[in-house]
């Protein structure tokens, strides 16, 4: 049974069981639908077998060894990656501006951080990727890369495995702004089937809830001990089932076939409007500057004359994220303000 079908149908007359809300709420009723089908895992409908399958469901659906369901963000997936391919006093290579759960990670796994820098793109005052030079350091365990940026710059994963490979280091690729490449080949190639580790959000930008995230991994290390260890034994369901139905809308047709209208849309946006540079290598990241304005005045103009709120701003350029979720109706809003600039 599949973990929707589980919470449809599980059921709640007689569990003497937590959570004792009993499927419903008592104190705020807007509140009651995040009651309805919150579970645990002693309900006799055995949903750690159903999660088990939609994971392994998964796995199949990205071709990966094993794939998790985190709804800890990707936060709990690059930490689990660490504690599952290093030991104490490994030296781990991290970029020194990333997340600072990469930081985090290495400090919980009783690992030497070793830090590289990223060189910056002038033109859009962002980092720029990480190079095979960056990370070719020998007697590391693992090295973390961050691909794509925030801004959406992305790394040749392939030569980076290479480099690891050589050098007999782990290769961890934090994706988190990246879950929607495994399902359009207009998008940058997914690190999911080529790195040890690859942890995606779903919840930047390709549909999930909050925080709900992926750990892909390809090695012969299975990262469930390393989960088990960092994870709440009381998870939610509600949040694992969406996670399921996340990732089959997206792997449908249906699913494949929105994303791809909406990366043509976003294309056309930028063959039309010609009074804006656009830059970036992934087109749902929509990075634009314009000649005699900062970043931050573009921010401004676009938030106080067109009411559109950007997700990124630096001195030179801003950022506006698009995801399966963006509606073609904003996109047309951005495009006639853009125009008007
Ligand atoms: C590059 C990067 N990695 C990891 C994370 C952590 O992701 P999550 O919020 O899903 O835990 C973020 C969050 O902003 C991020 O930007």
């Excluded at 390809?218 to 089932?241: E, V």
Aim: net charge positive.
């Amino acid at each position: 049974m599949s973990l929707v079908n589980l919470l449809r149908k599980h059921n709640r007359k007689f569990l003497f069981t937590t959570p004792s809300h009993g499927q419903k709420f008592f104190i705020f009723n807007k509140f009651r639908q995040f009651y309805k089908y919150d579970i645990s895992e002693t309900d006799a409908h055995d949903p750690q077998r159903a999660l088990s399958n939609a994971q392994k469901r998964a796995s199949e659906i990205y071709k990966t060894n094993y794939t998790y369901f985190l709804s800890n963000g990707s936060t709990s997936g690059i930490i689990a990656s660490v504690l599952a391919c290093t030991s104490k006093n490994d030296k781990v290579l991290i970029c020194r501006n990333a997340h600072p759960c990469h930081e985090n990670a290495v400090k919980l796994a009783g690992c030497t951080p070793v830090y590289y820098d990223l060189p910056v793109i002038s033109e859009w005052g962002i980092p720029d990727k990480t190079t095979p030079d960056l990370i070719d350091i020998k007697g590391i365990k693992a090295v973390i890369v961050t691909s794509p940026t925030y801004e959406g710059i992305v790394s040749d994963i392939r030569i980076l495995k290479e480099i690891c490979k050589k050098n007999k280091a782990y290769l961890i690729v934090d994706e988190a702004h990246g879950a929607l490449y495994p399902f359009s080949e207009k998008l940058p190639e997914s690190a999911v089937n080529i790195a040890d580790f690859t942890v995606q959000s779903l919840h930047k930008t390709a549909g999930g809830l909050n925080p709900t995230a992926l750990l892909h991994v390809n090695c012969n290390l299975d990262a469930k001990s390393a989960l088990d260890m960092i994870n709440t034994t009381s998870p939610s369901y509600p949040l694992l089932a969406s996670i399921e139905a996340n990732i089959n809308f997206l792997h449908s047709p249906r699913g494949r076939k929105h994303l791809n209208n909406l990366i043509t849309t976003i294309e056309n946006i930028k063959k039309d409007v010609k009074n804006i540079d656009f830059g970036g290598d992934d087109v749902t990241k929509i990075l634009i500057k314009k000649d005699g304005m900062t970043g931050e005045e573009l921010s401004e103009v676009l938030f106080n004359q067109f009411n559109i709120e950007d997700e990124k701003t630096n001195n030179i350029s801003t950022m506006l994220l698009c995801g399966i979720g963006t509606s073609f109706a904003k996109l047309k809003r951005l495009k006639r303000a853009l125009l008007k600039l």
